[in-house]
């Protein structure tokens, strides 16, 4: 069947103007100016159609609160059916790729949604994180063979350890892996450290030599100086980016994720000093590293860091966009969204071209206008690989 989409259209780099998407068989076969519905062909107007968003960072761990303790206990059989749900909720909420930057159950759901059998974004899943014993995300309260028995990431604590556990990853079917150079906010007034660089340049070396892209969780200067020298591909948080940080990053092509729309939500602090710290590096965040990123000309890629909890729902992964439109033109969120956040993660998505895969999205709204206009309720249709769902929006005509 042919489809013919008319609306005003955004190829992932530039605005067209009114025009028609043409689909046949999964792939986009015509991009036109105007009005040019080919004979026979199934018509569908929007206001806007553009190519599906990407999330460059989040979670499927399939819980309901957000702490550490609940992401590592959850049962793996609990973790699939609520990600299994979550994947069809950010499908229909204009999502069609994410990357899976730790869970127990992402390259399982890349794997199921590649061949057809449940319906979801493109998965590109990290498998288990690589973490440091002790780290943040191991629960301390704990007997240690417990934790890692249940954890989401291997930990692993000499260049000997970290090879090994890439190869696990590897083993579980990943394809990116993921870092922790740091920890986050749980070491009263100070960020916890996590892999040196020894380390790191070991785990970048083996990824790099499975062709596989490395992403590092960086909170301050030395996480995000030691990721920077290691050579890992995108900085995931990146927290206390300052001039020099930024200068590397953008000689080095390294990109950006800030993150911002996971620390719109408050966390669930246990030390009051660890509140402290958190509050001034994400009043920084939105302030100083977001400047120094932009003007610096970083590649910013839309992540959120949700997990699929109450406070970080799959669905509403839009709210990345919006808090960059603070910072970016909407032209450019809409390329963060989209064939930034795309090159990013290493996929061959994030746009629409004649003879490409046809994951796209029709909208109410204008989007290159108000960033607000991305959200679910505007999603009218998503095309993934070619084939039609409806989306959140309600449909007037
Ligand atoms: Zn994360």
Same mark, same amino acid.
């Given at each position: 069947?042919?489809?013919?989409?008319?609306?005003?259209?955004? =190829?992932? !780099?530039?605005?067209?103007?009114?025009?028609?998407?043409?689909?046949?068989?999964?792939?986009?076969?015509?991009?036109?100016?105007?009005?040019?519905?080919?004979?026979?062909?199934?018509?569908?107007?929007?206001?806007?159609? /553009?190519?599906? %968003?990407?999330?460059?960072?989040?979670?499927?761990?399939?819980v309901e609160e957000d702490n550490v303790m609940a992401w590592?206990?959850?049962?793996?059989?609990?973790?699939?059916?609520?990600?299994?749900?979550? /994947?069809?909720?950010?499908?229909?909420?204009?999502?069609?790729?994410?990357?899976?930057?730790?869970?127990?159950?992402?390259?399982?759901?890349?794997?199921?949604?590649?061949?057809?059998?449940?319906?979801?974004?493109?998965?590109?899943?990290?498998?288990?994180?690589?973490?440091?014993?002790?780290?943040d995300?191991?629960p301390?309260?704990?007997?240690?063979? %417990?934790?890692?028995?249940?954890?989401?990431?291997?930990?692993?604590?000499?260049? !000997?350890?970290?090879?090994?556990?890439?190869?696990?990853?590897?083993?579980?079917?990943?394809?990116?892996?993921?870092?922790?150079?740091?920890?986050a906010f749980s070491?009263?007034?100070?960020?916890?450290?996590?892999?040196?660089?020894?380390?790191?340049?070991?785990?970048?070396?083996?990824?790099?030599?499975?062709?596989?892209?490395?992403?590092?969780? +960086?909170?301050?200067?030395?996480?995000?100086?030691?990721?920077?020298?290691?050579?890992?591909?995108?900085?995931?948080?990146?927290?206390?980016?300052?001039?020099?940080?930024?200068?590397? %990053?953008?000689?080095?092509?390294?990109?950006?994720?800030?993150?911002?729309?996971t620390y719109?939500v408050p966390f669930e602090v246990s030390e009051p000093?660890a509140g402290?710290?958190r509050?001034?590096?994400?009043?920084?965040?939105?302030? =100083?590293?977001?400047?120094?990123?932009?003007?610096?000309?970083?590649?910013?890629?839309?992540?959120?860091?949700?997990v699929?909890s109450r406070k970080r729902?799959?669905?509403?992964?839009?709210?990345?966009?919006?808090?960059?439109?603070?910072?970016?033109?909407?032209?450019?969120?809409?390329?963060?969204?989209?064939?930034?956040?795309?090159?990013?993660?290493?996929?061959?998505?994030? !746009?629409?071209?004649?003879?490409?895969? +046809?994951?796209?999205?029709?909208?109410?709204?204008?989007?290159?206008?108000?960033?607000?206009?991305?959200?679910?309720?505007?999603?009218?249709?998503?095309?993934?690989?070619?084939?039609?769902?409806?989306?959140?929006?309600?449909?007037?005509?």
């Open positions: 069947m042919t489809l013919a989409f008319v609306g005003k259209v955004f =190829d992932g !780099h530039e605005i067209l103007g009114l025009g028609t998407v043409v689909v046949e068989g999964g792939e986009i076969s015509r991009i036109s100016r105007g009005e040019d519905i080919p004979p026979g062909a199934q018509l569908f107007k929007g206001d806007f159609i /553009m190519p599906g %968003m990407i999330d460059a960072h989040l979670h499927f761990f399939g590592n206990l959850v049962s793996e059989v609990d973790a699939a059916i609520r990600s299994t749900r979550d /994947m069809e909720i950010l499908l229909r909420s204009g999502f069609t790729a994410v990357r899976d930057l730790g869970s127990k159950v992402g390259t399982r759901l890349s794997r199921l949604q590649r061949r057809g059998e449940i319906l979801g974004p493109t998965v590109v899943a990290s498998g288990y994180s690589l973490a440091i014993t002790g780290g995300d191991d301390k309260e704990l007997p240690l063979e %417990m934790a890692q028995k249940l954890s989401y990431s291997f930990y692993c604590d000499s260049p !000997h350890e970290c090879r090994k556990a890439v190869r696990l990853a590897v083993r579980q079917g990943a394809s990116v892996i993921k870092v922790y150079a740091s920890g070491q009263g007034g100070k960020i916890q450290p996590g892999f040196n660089v020894e380390e790191l340049r070991t785990i970048v070396e083996e990824s790099h030599r499975f062709g596989l892209r490395v992403a590092s969780h +960086a909170y301050g200067r030395e996480a995000l100086l030691t990721s920077i020298t290691a050579g890992v591909d995108t900085v995931e948080h990146g927290l206390g980016l300052d001039e020099d940080v930024a200068e590397m %990053m953008r000689e080095r092509g390294i990109c950006y994720v800030p993150t911002l729309a719109e000093q402290k710290v509050e001034e590096m994400v009043r920084r965040h939105f302030t =100083d590293d977001m400047r120094i990123a932009v003007t610096h000309g970083l590649k910013i890629a839309l992540g959120t860091d949700y699929g729902p799959h669905g509403r992964n839009y709210r990345e966009a919006v808090l960059l439109s603070k910072y970016m033109g909407g032209i450019d969120v809409l390329r963060a969204s989209t064939s930034v956040a795309s090159e990013c993660i290493g996929l061959n998505a994030g !746009h629409l071209r004649e003879g490409g895969s +046809a994951d796209l999205i029709v909208l109410r709204g204008d989007p290159s206008i108000n960033s607000e206009d991305l959200a679910p309720q505007n999603v009218l249709y998503v095309v993934k690989s070619g084939k039609l769902y409806r989306g959140y929006g309600t449909i007037n005509s």
